[in-house]
């Protein structure tokens, strides 16, 4: 009877994992992040500034980003579905997601430290004490940099951190090894939590153009410095993105005083393009322009969809994937007037 009904649960879940964690249902979770961030951007270039120059920037990357979609959902329908044995794995990875949510909130909350530096020291000490499961804290942290004023209670942080651990988990086969998945995934979690109270995200004006130069600057080697760190050292794409931030979480507000928050969101933001795996972005090259598009996506999303945990990465993933596809696109118009 016992193992009667042992094989009856097994049955069960299963049918559980066969219909719900599909790649392609996964891919469209994540999917629309990027999709939205850059049509914001869109907004800001066509409505708030009217520059023609920057419009027409935004429409490029977008078609690279589409591009990089739709060959990642080609990938995805190739990708194997879950089996049984990982249920109890899972459960332990959306527990650490939950986990590096609520202590990432804690920390910034509680002690004199900016969202940035809280996430970075958690994933440092994730990466360090479980490093199994440092992947999961990391992202976890991403949903713990929601502002207080948009989380009034650490139980939304938990119920974030659960959604988001499911996200995670579910999405697992897709988009290995992209830059920002994690922060993606956050963002995901975090935005449908804050859709359902009557909080406001924040929205900032455009930054002056003094200081978008020095959002380029600073994205395009934050993204190269995080990848070396990773790849070419060997570090690991957490501890490298973490160590980048805490340093520039802490030094560039000392060294900026008007604009350093704001320069290290746009390192920390860029450290998830350094996250990017060599098979997506082969070289620091590639890595650097990615780097570019992020800080362009940061600039003009800048009065959308503030003070949510994950934003920052979500940008990261949407400019990992539009060079990833712009330079899958090139090949393919190649190869077709050969």
Same mark, same amino acid.
């Given at each position: 009877?016992?193992?009667?009904?042992?094989?009856?649960?097994?049955?069960?879940?299963?049918?559980?994992?066969?219909?719900?964690?599909?790649?392609?249902?996964?891919?469209?979770?994540?999917?629309?992040?990027?999709?939205?961030?850059?049509?914001?951007?869109?907004?800001?270039?066509?409505?708030?500034?009217?520059?023609?120059?920057?419009?027409?920037?935004?429409?490029?990357?977008?078609?690279?980003?589409?591009?990089?979609?739709?060959?990642?959902?080609?990938?995805?329908?190739?990708?194997?579905?879950?089996?049984?044995?990982?249920?109890?794995?899972?459960?332990?990875?959306?527990? =650490?997601?939950? @986990?590096?949510?609520?202590?990432? &909130?804690?920390?910034? /909350?509680?002690?004199?430290?900016? $969202?940035?530096? %809280? +996430?970075?020291?958690?994933?440092?000490?994730?990466?360090?004490?479980?490093?199994?499961?440092?992947?999961?804290?990391?992202?976890?942290?991403?949903?713990?940099?929601?502002?207080?004023?948009?989380?009034?209670?650490?139980?939304?942080?938990?119920?974030?951190?659960?959604?988001?651990?499911?996200?995670?988990?579910?999405?697992?086969?897709?988009?290995?090894?992209?830059?920002?998945?994690?922060?993606?995934?956050?963002?995901?979690?975090?935005?449908?939590?804050?859709?359902?109270?009557?909080?406001?995200?924040?929205?900032?004006?455009?930054?002056?153009?003094?200081?978008?130069?020095?959002?380029?600057?600073?994205?395009?080697?934050?993204?190269?410095?995080?990848?070396?760190?990773?790849?070419?050292?060997?570090?690991?794409?957490?501890?490298?993105? =973490?160590?980048? @931030?805490?340093?520039?979480?802490? &030094?560039?507000?000392? /060294?900026?005083?008007?604009?350093? $928050?704001?320069? %290290? +969101?746009?390192?920390?933001?860029?450290?998830?393009?350094?996250?990017?795996?060599?098979?997506?972005?082969?070289?620091?090259?590639?890595?650097?322009?990615?780097?570019?598009?992020?800080?362009?996506?940061?600039?003009?999303?800048?009065?959308?969809?503030?003070?949510?945990?994950?934003?920052?990465?979500?940008?990261?993933?949407?400019?990992?994937?539009?060079?990833?596809?712009?330079?899958?696109?090139?090949?393919?118009?190649?190869?077709?007037?050969?």
């Amino acid at each position: 009877m016992a193992e009667s009904t042992r094989s009856l649960s097994r049955r069960w879940v299963y049918t559980f994992y066969s219909v719900f964690f599909n790649p392609r249902i996964g891919f469209l979770i994540l999917a629309g992040g990027p999709i939205v961030l850059f049509a914001l951007s869109l907004h800001g270039a066509t409505i708030v500034t009217q520059s023609v120059v920057t419009t027409g920037a935004l429409v490029i990357v977008s078609v690279g980003l589409l591009y990089g979609l739709k060959k990642e959902w080609d990938t995805a329908a190739t990708v194997e579905t879950y089996d049984v044995p990982t249920v109890r794995t899972d459960a332990q990875y959306v527990t =650490a997601v939950m @986990g590096g949510a609520i202590v990432t &909130l804690i920390v910034t /909350i509680e002690l004199p430290v900016s $969202s940035i530096v %809280a +996430a970075s020291l958690v994933a440092l000490f994730g990466a360090l004490i479980i490093p199994k499961f440092a992947l999961a804290i990391y992202c976890g942290a991403f949903v713990g940099m929601t502002s207080p004023l948009l989380f009034t209670t650490y139980t939304q942080a938990l119920l974030a951190g659960f959604l988001a651990g499911g996200v995670f988990v579910l999405c697992r086969p897709v988009f290995d090894g992209v830059g920002g998945k994690l922060g993606t995934t956050a963002f995901v979690a975090a935005t449908a939590v804050v859709a359902v109270t009557v909080a406001e995200f924040h929205s900032d004006p455009l930054p002056s153009l003094t200081t978008q130069f020095l959002i380029y600057l600073y994205a395009v080697s934050g993204a190269v410095v995080t990848f070396m760190l990773s790849v070419r050292f060997d570090r690991g794409p957490v501890v490298a993105s =973490a160590t980048v @931030g805490a340093i520039s979480g802490i &030094l560039l507000p000392v /060294i900026y005083p008007t604009d350093g $928050s704001l320069l %290290a +969101a746009v390192v920390f933001c860029a450290s998830f393009v350094g996250m990017v795996s060599a098979d997506r972005l082969a070289d620091e090259f590639r890595v650097a322009v990615a780097g570019a598009v992020a800080g362009l996506i940061f600039i003009y999303t800048t009065p959308y969809v503030g003070g949510s945990g994950g934003k920052l990465g979500t940008i990261a993933f949407g400019a990992c994937l539009t060079v990833w596809g712009g330079e899958a696109l090139i090949q393919r118009l190649k190869t077709l007037h050969k």
